[in-house]
């Protein structure tokens, strides 16, 4: 098969490279995918091996093949790939086969091949064709309109984060705690070493448990209200750290604005300017939330009680909050400002650290509740660089904070 420059993958014997090539690997780039010069002479060599040359869709899957690590690249690579301008062709491989006419016998009288079993009388070339049966369709369903057979390769459209999969997995495996625990089954050599000089007889050698990754992470998600619009982009962000993460357990709950109100709502009376959006005169007689509420699924329907599942996370875990606390809407209110500090002091009485992750840029949590929230509470970005610095904090480096509960 021979192929045009820029239409089927033709095989070059030069060593610039079908146009397609570049174009395809730019807008892979453009979508987050770290594909370089490896990426494009794997698929050189897959090509001159005779991959991917029956069909434009085995050159598709050969690009996925190559390329994709999950299910959301594979998605991203046939986006691109369908906005190139490559013709459809497909190479029939299979051999030509030339059937001999049969010449009929005038001495016998002319047969068919109809089955005699078959009512359906014969029908000559000039009767005009029956019309089509119709198959009678359950009620409720419509027959799918009629395709044209063009349609517009820039409408291909794609999910594009601000982060990818791969980064939030390369993000959140910096989040090690390695420890020793398990089944014997490493050698220690310097302790079979030592038992050996002691002894000075074969002895068995001495095993230990293997190192593994002890993080156990509470993760709580704001949803509905003014999250919606976040909804995806967290989800995405939620699947890669449970998928790529390797994290030793991760817990998941939901809730809407805060888990609950606290029960000390006379606190506000007490600031001695009531319109000053700080509550730093009452900060510390706030006590943690003591009957908080989270939720199990994200469509906030099967509640379930916050000590619950803080304890089940336990005390060596690390909580993270993701939610705009406030800063999507651009307003402020000292009772969430409130029942946020009761939140996370009550999330603190067992876990180690808690962070928090704004969906909304830092530029619009001026003058609204998330402003007043980050003084206490260690808040970032939901970015690859913000969660770069939220890991760096619950692996233990310090927050610089205002006021820290």
């Known amino acids: 098969m021979t192929a045009p420059d820029g239409g089927g993958p033709g095989r070059d014997d030069g060593p610039a490279a079908p146009r397609w090539v570049p174009e395809l690997l730019g807008q892979l780039r453009r979508r987050g995918l770290p594909l370089g010069v490896d990426d494009a002479l794997a698929l050189r060599q897959a090509l001159a091996a005779g991959f991917g040359w029956s069909s434009t869709s085995a050159l598709l899957r050969l690009c996925v093949a190559l390329w994709a690590k999950s299910a959301a690249e594979e998605t991203q690579i046939r986006a691109a790939f369908a906005r190139l301008d490559l013709p459809e062709w497909t190479v029939d491989s299979a051999p030509d086969r030339t059937v001999a006419p049969v010449v009929p016998d005038p001495a016998e009288p002319p047969t068919t091949l109809a089955d005699p079993a078959d009512p359906t009388p014969e029908r000559s070339p000039e009767s005009p064709a029956p019309p089509p049966r119709l198959t009678p369709q359950p009620p409720g369903l419509s027959l799918p309109p009629l395709h044209t057979g063009r349609y517009d390769r820039s409408l291909v459209l794609a999910p594009h984060y601000p982060v990818t999969g791969r980064q939030v997995a390369q993000v959140w495996r910096g989040l090690r705690r390695p420890t020793r625990y398990g089944p014997a089954v490493e050698l220690d050599v310097p302790a079979t070493l030592d038992r050996f000089a ?130 999507a809407r651009g307003g402020f209110s000292s009772g969430r400002l409130l029942d946020t500090v009761a939140f996370v002091k009550a999330l603190l009485t067992t876990v180690r650290t808690v962070v928090w992750l704004n969906p909304v840029p830092p530029a619009r949590w001026r003058r609204t509740t998330a402003e007043q929230v980050a003084r206490h509470v260690p808040m970032f970005p939901l970015t690859r660089d913000g969660m770069y610095r939220a890991v760096d904090v619950l692996r233990g480096r310090p927050a610089t904070l205002e006021r820290a509960l």
Do not use: C, K
């Open 198 to 327: 002691r002894t000075g007889l074969p002895t068995p050698p001495v095993l230990i448990p293997r190192r593994r990754n002890s993080t156990r992470l509470l993760l709580l998600i704001d949803r509905q209200g003014s999250m919606t619009p976040f909804h995806d982009y967290v989800d995405h962000v939620r699947r890669s750290i449970a998928d790529a993460g390797r994290l030793d357990s991760l817990l998941v709950g939901y809730f809407h604005n805060t888990a609950g109100r606290s029960p000390d709502q006379h606190l506000l009376t007490e600031l001695p300017d009531p319109f000053a959006p700080a509550i730093d005169p009452v900060l510390r007689l706030v006590p943690p939330l003591p009957e908080g509420r989270v939720y199990d699924d994200p469509d906030l329907t099967r509640p379930r009680q916050l000590t619950e599942l803080r304890d089940a996370a336990g005390r060596n875990a690390d909580a993270v909050v993701v939610g705009d606390a406030g800063a």
